[in-house]
């Protein structure tokens, strides 16, 4: 069983900066591309960011310039560095991989999400 662990959530000011972690635990075969999306109080879970296992990375249009996405495969982890944070960016955060198990079948897997709050 892949578990998909976030962290760094909290509450920040308006223009403040937060950096969020996911590390994946557990037998795989191969971790392939890996990804946060957003989920604000009565809205549907939208793409922030995305990296593939060789760097490739894909932005929201919301956050291009102000978030940046990196991965660390030796440690399984994606990292999302936030800065410049504006009110509409509060949400929780969801952690994303694509997982190819010890039975090579792929499966998406979501972490239990982190919340962040950015105040005016």
């Known amino acids: 069983q892949v578990q998909l662990v976030e962290s760094g959530g909290g509450l920040v000011q308006a223009g403040g900066s937060l950096r969020l972690s996911c590390a994946a635990s557990?037998?795989?075969?191969?971790?392939?591309?890996m990804g946060w999306y957003h989920q604000a109080p009565g809205k549907q879970r939208e793409l922030v960011a995305t990296?593939?296992?060789?760097?490739?990375?894909n932005y929201a249009d919301s956050v291009k310039g102000r978030f940046t996405i990196s991965r660390d495969n030796a440690k399984n982890t994606v990292y999302l560095q936030m800065n410049s944070l504006k009110p509409e960016d509060t949400a929780v955060y969801y952690c994303n991989a694509g997982v190819v198990h010890t039975d090579l079948r792929y499966r998406e897997v979501w972490g239990q999400g982190t919340l962040v709050t950015v105040s005016s």
């Open positions: 557990g037998s795989m075969f191969s971790l392939n591309a």
């Open positions: 990296i593939t296992r060789g760097g490739t990375t």
